[in-house]
DNA sequence: ATAATTGTCTACTAATTTGGTAGGATAATA
DNA sequence: TATTATCCTACCAAATTAGTAGACAATTAT
């Protein structure tokens, strides 16, 4: 399951995402009151995005975040793994966090078969769907 | 990620699938022994798992588990749901586990879409893969 | 009967992760 | 140089995860 602050990054990119266009930033209250985040969560939330290159911020007056990207170029997948990390059930199988396993011969290995191809599964939806496909939801999923 | 507590359960099925043959069923310290689990951790995940109707259990000299069904019959969603509860990643997609958003429409939500398809995508890997995939597994996998 | 064996169950405890807060530092603008 | 913002470090509380202890109940063999 995704975690709260999983969950509080994709609406705040949802939000970011719906307002692409405009050419100024979006100030981290804004969208912490508009989507009912705790303010100084979202903060730390959104400096992790900054990190991982999802976002550009902007100090100052005026200043602000905006996507880094176009929002149909930033995978649902980019930004889970930000956030939470693996995707991968196993870290055997994980691409972007792999540990190799000790005694382990990975080639005949039946659980690193199975979550493999888990993990192919779920990666193929989660890397073609992007923030364009979420950018008019407005809930607090659950 | 998986727990650690379903990658024990995992490997001590595997354990079992392997003997699924067998006629007398295992003891759990034979199973801690040979899987390098601390025993009184696997005694509460094999309770578990046999109240979710995975295994059964018999008492006193003789007594320990066995699978409740065959190998191939066990779905490996079937184990991680009853050990680490749901494969979804939100909970307004989970299939057993469901909850729904206030102020959604699931109907036109681009979030619940994409998550749907994921956890279909996965779905149809972990309940095609059963503890006969894996009976061969020795490695302790992370 | 009763002793030995083996799972059952309740209740802890320790360590880690998650969710969230406080407040000053730093940078940009006016 | 005052103001507006993000940046960053350091916390803290609650929940979850991982693991332990010990009495209890059922079964079997003697």
Redesign the pocket.
Known sequence: ML????K?ALQALAHLASHYKDDS?????TIAKERN?????L??I??QL??ENILI?????????RLADNPKKISLAKVIRAV??PIALLSCVSLNFYERCDNCNEKTCGINRAMAEARDAILKVLEKRTLNDIKDVNASFV
Chains 1, 2 share one sequence.
């Open positions: 975690s709260q602050k999983a509080y930033p979006v100030l981290i209250g985040i705790p303010i100084k969560f903060e730390a959104l400096l900054r990190h911020s902007m100090r100052g007056p005026g200043g602000g975040y939470d990390g």
